[in-house]
C-alpha cells in the first residue's frame, strides 16, 4: 500500500505559538490531501481537503485563518496550527488516495498528538 | 441525524468467537465503503473495503454491504485478543473525495 508520513509525532507548545505538521506522501504523488483531528474517544473529523496547487477547502466550523493549509508539492502538505490554544490540543492525522486507483480508499499517516499548554 | 452511525460499545466478545460490528448511512448515493482498525494513540488503518452490494471475504475478516437498506458491517471470525481496538465505520459520499467517519466501536476480546 501507498505510504503517508507525519511529522513531528507528537509536539508540546506554549499557548499562542505556532505549530507547523508535515505530511508527506513517500512513494506516490497525491494531488489531494486530507486532514482530520481527533479527540479522546472522539472519532475522525475532517478539518480540510488539501488540493496540490490551490486553496484548501475547508469544513463548516473549521477557521481557514487558524489551521493554515500548504499543499505546494504532490508529495507534500503542511497545517500550521496558529496561536495555538490549549482547546486545539488533539490528534491531527492527515492522509491520502491513490488519485490513479479512484477507489476512495485513504492511506494514513501515523499522527501528530498536539499538547498547548 | 448522523452521516455515519456505529454503536460506540463497547462489545465485548470471547476468544474464539465471532465479533459483529454494524454501520449505518444516510447518504443513500455513497459508492465506497471502508473498515479501519485503530489502536489506542495510533492512526487508523484500513481492514477492508467494499464496494458492491453483498459479501467480501479477507482472511478472518467478511464485510457484508446492503445499498438498499444503508447498512455495513463486519464479521471478525475466530476473534483474537489482537483484534482488541476501535473499528470505525467509513463512506466516501457521493461525488465526493473525502471519507465520513462514524463515531467507531471499541471492541474488546477477551481471553
Known amino acids: 500500500g501507498a505510504v503517508v508520513s507525519q511529522h513531528p509525532s507528537w509536539v508540546i507548545c506554549k499557548s499562542g505559538t505556532s505549530v507547523k505538521i508535515e505530511c508527506r506522501s513517500l512513494d506516490f504523488q497525491a494531488t489531494t490531501m486530507f486532514w482530520y483531528r481527533q479527540f479522546p474517544k472522539q472519532s475522525l473529523m475532517l478539518m480540510a481537503t488539501?488540493?496540490?496547487?490551490?486553496?484548501?477547502?475547508?469544513e463548516q466550523g473549521v477557521e481557514k485563518d487558524k489551521f493554515l493549509i500548504n499543499h505546494a508539492s504532490l508529495t507534500l502538505s503542511t497545517l500550521t496550527v496558529t496561536s495555538a490554544h490549549p482547546e486545539d490540543s488533539s490528534f491531527y492525522i492527515c492522509s491520502a488516495s491513490l488519485t490513479t486507483l479512484n477507489t476512495g480508499e485513504l492511506f494514513f499517516g501515523e499522527g501528530s498528538r498536539l499538547t498547548v499548554l | 441525524q448522523k452521516e455515519v452511525e456505529q454503536n460506540s460499545g463497547p462489545l465485548s466478545v470471547p476468544e474464539g468467537a465471532i465479533a459483529s460490528l454494524n454501520c449505518t448511512y444516510s447518504d443513500r448515493g455513497s459508492q465506497s465503503f471502508f473498515w479501519y482498525r485503530q489502536y489506542s494513540g495510533k492512526s487508523p488503518e484500513l481492514i477492508m473495503s467494499i464496494y458492491s452490494n453483498g459479501d467480501k471475504e479477507d482472511g478472518r475478516f467478511t464485510a457484508q454491504l446492503n445499498k438498499a437498506s444503508q447498512y455495513v458491517s463486519l464479521l471478525i471470525r475466530d476473534s483474537q485478543p489482537s483484534d482488541s481496538a476501535t473499528y470505525l465505520c467509513a463512506v466516501q459520499p457521493q461525488g465526493a473525495q473525502k471519507l465520513v467517519f462514524g463515531q467507531g466501536t471499541r471492541l474488546t476480546i477477551n481471553p
Open positions: 488539501s488540493n496540490e496547487g490551490s486553496k484548501a477547502t475547508y
